[in-house]
């Protein structure tokens, strides 16, 4: 397999299968992709410090943004669009 071909490969994997999900806190939009009921993947678009209100917080009280679980807010918009069909999951 090539250089180009690898590379392609990762790329299909990395954004096979992402649902946009908008937080309904913040709005603050991802990509989010369900493998199974306990495993999801996030991407932000943009530093999760900058646009989730609750993350930035913790980055403000002095956490590091990569040290950060999450947002409860976002996780419970993942969990709705779940139990509303927008987000499947993939089960992969």
């Known amino acids: 397999m090539s250089a ?8 299909r994997y990395v954004q096979h299968g992402l649902t946009p999900i908008e937080c309904r806190g913040c709005d603050t939009a991802v990509l989010v992709r369900k493998n199974s009921a306990k495993h999801t993947s996030v ?5 999760a410090a900058v646009t989730c209100p609750q993350i930035a917080a913790e980055v403000a009280a002095g956490m590091h943004s990569a040290r950060v679980l999450g947002c409860p807010l976002l996780r419970r918009s993942i969990d709705e669009a779940v139990a509303d ?7 992969a």
Not at 4 to 11: G, L, N, P, V
Not at 43 to 47: E, N
Not at 85 to 91: D, F, P, Q, R
């Open 4 to 11: 180009d071909e690898t590379s392609a490969e990762q790329r």
């Open 43 to 47: 991407q932000w678009s943009t530093p």
């Open 85 to 91: 069909g927008t987000l499947t999951v993939s089960h």
